[in-house]
C-alpha cells in the first residue's frame, strides 16, 4: 500500500501567510514613504545651498553686466546651466540686452537648464521631487521692486527680454523657493533661500477657506515675495525691513509662518 502523503499548504496556511505580509507591509510602507520624503527635503535643502553658491560666484565673476558698470549681477538657471544666452550691455540701444554668448565653464549642471513650465508659464527645474523657481529683480518703480520669473523655450530656460530686469537690483538681489510636485508623496515642506544665505521653511499645509497658500506641482507655485514680511512697507528694497523674513514670526505675504531650517 502507498502511504505517501502530497505535500503542500492548507489554505489556513496561506491565509496566516498573507496576513503576516499585510501587516509588514502596513509597518514598511509608510516608513519608506516617510523615508523618501525626508531623503527628498534633505535634496532640496541641499540644492538651494548650491544655488546660493553659483549665484555668488556668477556675480563675483561679473559674467552678466547689463548696465556696463562694472557690477555683477545675478543669474536664473538658464544662465547658470550655460544652456541659455547671457544677458548683456547693448551699447548700441544703451540698454540691457541677451546675447548669443553661454556661460563657459557653466556653474550649475546642465541639468539646471532643463526647464518647463508652470501655470504662470514661466520656468521653472524639477529636481528629486521638487520644483526650483528663480526670481530676479525688475527695475525700482515708485519705490516697489517686482519679481521677475524666468521665461524662456522649454529646455533652454533664460531671459527672453532683459529690460524686464533692473539691472543695478540685479547686482544685489535674488531669490528661490523649492517645494514638492506631489505633497505627501515626494515632500511636504516649502524652502526659500536668498541673496543673505536666509534657508527657510514653512510646513506648506493645506487648509480650508482663508487658509495660508499650498504649494504643489506646476499649478499652485510661490509669488516673488510669498516668504517677505508683510506687516510693514511692501517695497522689498533689499535693505531694510521690507525684506524681513518670517523668522521672528512676522505675517507673510502668503499667510504661512517661515521659519529658518534647522539642519
Not at 527635503?41 to 556668477?58: G, K, P, V
Not at 526670481?135 to 529646455?155: Q, S
Not at 515632500?187 to 533661500?193: D, E, L, P, S, T
Not at 521653511?201 to 493645506?206: A, C, K, R, V
Request: proline share 4%; glycine share 12%.
Amino acid at each position: 500500500m502507498n502511504t505517501k502523503r502530497n505535500s503542500g499548504f492548507t489554505l489556513i496556511e496561506l491565509m496566516i501567510v498573507v496576513a503576516i505580509i499585510a501587516i509588514i507591509a502596513s509597518i514598511a510602507i509608510p516608513k519608506l514613504m516617510s523615508a523618501r520624503i525626508s531623503a527628498n527635503e534633505n535634496a532640496a535643502i541641499a540644492t538651494l545651498r548650491s544655488i546660493a553658491s553659483a549665484q555668488a560666484q556668477l556675480q563675483s565673476s561679473c559674467a552678466i553686466d547689463t548696465d556696463a558698470d562694472g557690477g555683477g549681477e545675478f543669474g536664473d538657471f538658464g544662465e547658470l546651466a550655460g544652456t541659455a544666452p547671457l544677458r548683456y550691455y547693448d551699447a548700441a540701444n544703451n540698454a540691457p540686452g541677451v546675447d548669443v554668448a553661454v556661460l563657459d565653464p557653466a556653474i550649475l549642471p546642465t541639468a539646471f537648464g532643463n526647464v518647463v513650465h508652470d501655470s504662470n508659464d514661466e520656468c521653472i527645474v524639477a529636481r528629486a521631487g521638487y520644483y526650483f523657481k528663480i526670481y530676479l529683480p525688475a527695475a525700482t518703480n515708485a519705490g516697489v521692486i517686482a519679481g521677475v520669473a524666468e521665461d524662456g523655450a522649454i529646455g533652454q530656460g533664460g531671459a527672453t527680454d532683459a529690460s524686464l530686469f533692473g539691472s543695478d537690483n540685479c547686482e544685489i538681489m535674488w531669490n528661490c523657493y523649492a517645494w514638492p510636485i506631489e505633497p505627501e508623496s515626494t515632500g511636504n515642506r516649502c524652502f526659500f533661500i536668498n541673496q543673505e544665505g536666509d534657508l527657510l521653511q514653512t510646513l506648506n499645509n493645506q487648509g480650508g477657506n482663508n487658509a495660508p497658500l499650498f504649494y504643489e506641482g506646476t499649478t499652485s507655485v510661490p509669488a516673488y515675495d510669498a516668504a517677505y514680511d508683510s506687516t510693514g512697507s511692501n517695497n522689498l528694497d533689499g535693505m531694510g525691513a521690507s525684506l524681513g523674513i518670517m523668522a521672528q514670526g512676522l505675517a507673510s505675504h502668503d499667510g504661512n509662518v517661515w521659519t529658518i531650517v534647522g539642519n
